[in-house]
């Protein structure tokens, strides 16, 4: 698994970013961006206010770096039109 002073490019990091809100909505559908932002807040001592948090974003940064690096990349943020 990916190390907490590991570096990412941008995109993976906005993919990440994608892939974090995605999961944390399809667990949550009712939570607010404002909650996220508020369970994202770091405290005095680097840790979010929500423990999980920083876990839970290391395993969506995982899960982007493995699909690029495989055939077809990372898609779960491609466009779709409903």
């Known amino acids: 698994m990916l190390k907490y002073k590991d570096k990412i490019s941008i995109e993976q990091a906005y993919l990440a970013a994608y892939e974090y809100l995605l999961r944390r909505w399809e667990s949550t559908p009712e939570h607010r961006i404002a909650d996220e932002l508020s369970d994202m807040s770091l405290l005095a001592d680097g840790d ?20 690029q690096s495989q055939t077809g990349g990372y898609t779960r943020a491609a466009h779709r039109i409903l």
Request: charged share 15%; glycine share 0%; net charge negative.
């Open 48 to 67: 979010s206010a929500d423990p999980a948090c920083k876990s839970e974003f290391l395993v969506a940064v995982n899960a982007v770096l493995i699909a």
